[in-house]
């Protein structure tokens, strides 16, 4: 684990024990186990690492008629248990993969089960804004529920509402402050952060707060196919202005691109990416690539591969393992999380 009174990345908390010393306590659902989907398995061993444990083994198998068949390798019966999954490529099957070991966990008899989520897939399916059309992120937390989780953790959820859908208690972080941090080392001189569009607004204000900067929007719409948008116009000043352009996600970039576009045309210096999720598909690569931009920064919620980071060699990847290990030794004592960022 982190040093003692070295703060916790992604959080205002400086830890006061050690991990070992703070299992001490006490522990209301038995000891923490550590499990890893094959989706997460990179960021689960971080998770393990500052936590000073081990990942518990799993055997997964998928038969030739596309089954998946799960066997653990250890018993946690009575145990606390972290199943740690993010819903990334390809997607159905870190689904289904995550619900089958969420039901072998639970009929292995654990004291509790938590879904640590970091990437929630189908957030953007969370309404119904158009004739017959279903509410998919709904179904997510009604299919995690129902295979036997007891709590969840996700991070930067794209809509709040969504903790709405879950009828279990949980927690739903965000990496605001791992970037902001990151970003206000930096010390950007005549910094404008600008929100990718009306939607982010309310958290870009956020970043606009922390990093004493004045806040610019970005109006777009979104034609057709809800991954195409058209930027239209930035509401504020940028002219001779350092940019942060930030988002919760970036999937093929083509928002991105558009907008980065936009403020160098008004006259924008330096431009910076600040986003949580890297999903970064289809042309993502090509198109990010090929971006005027200072520097793109992001964390490690989805598994970003080798190939990708040399694709993109101004990109850089926070880890989000030690705010996820340090909630999850909180909720294994009954501690509060609030307390991290001084809520």
């Not at 916790?8 to 006490?26: D, I, M, Q, Y």
């Not at 198109?287 to 989805?302: C, F, G, S």
């Amino acid at each position: 684990m982190s040093n003692v009174h070295e703060k916790v990345p992604g959080t205002k908390f400086s830890p006061e024990l050690t991990a070992e010393e703070a299992n001490k306590r006490g522990q209301y659902y038995g000891k923490i186990m550590l499990v890893a989907g094959t989706a997460s398995t990179d960021l689960g061993t971080e998770i393990a690492k500052h936590l000073g444990l081990h990942l518990a083994k799993f055997k997964r198998t998928i038969f030739p008629n596309e089954n998946i068949f799960v066997r653990l390798e250890e018993s946690m019966r009575g145990q606390d248990v972290y199943v740690i999954q993010s819903m990334c490529s390809p997607l159905h099957e870190s689904i289904f993969e995550l619900m089958i070991l969420i039901d072998t966990i639970k009929r292995d008899s654990a004291a509790r089960i938590t879904v640590v989520v970091p990437y929630l897939a189908y957030g953007r399916s969370d309404k119904k804004d158009q004739p017959r059309v279903g509410i998919a992120a709904r179904m997510i937390a009604d299919m995690l529920q129902v295979v036997g989780a007891d709590r969840y953790m996700t991070v930067d959820l794209h809509s709040g509402q969504i903790q709405g859908f879950f009828s279990i208690p949980g927690d739903a972080l965000t990496a605001f402050h791992l970037l902001s941090d990151y970003v206000d080392e930096k010390k950007i001189d005549n910094l404008v952060v600008v929100s990718t569009d009306l939607g982010y607004a309310k958290r870009a204000r956020n970043w606009a707060e922390k990093l004493k900067a004045p806040l610019t929007i970005i109006e777009k719409r979104r034609t057709g196919n809800d991954s195409v948008a058209e930027a239209l116009t930035v509401i504020g000043d940028v002219r001779d202005k350092n940019v942060l352009l930030v988002d919760d996600e970036v999937l093929t970039g083509g928002s991105i691109a558009a907008a980065v576009e936009l403020v160098r045309d008004q006259g924008a210096r330096d431009v910076y990416l600040a986003f949580t999720h890297a999903i970064l598909v289809g042309k993502a690569l090509e198109n990010l690539a090929a971006l005027p931009v200072k520097e793109i920064i992001t964390t490690n919620t989805l598994p970003i591969p080798r190939r990708k980071r040399k694709a993109l060699p101004n990109m850089k990847v926070l880890s989000i393992a030690p705010l996820l290990g340090e909630v999850i030794l909180r909720a294994n004592q009954g501690r509060s999380v609030g307390e991290l960022f001084h809520e």
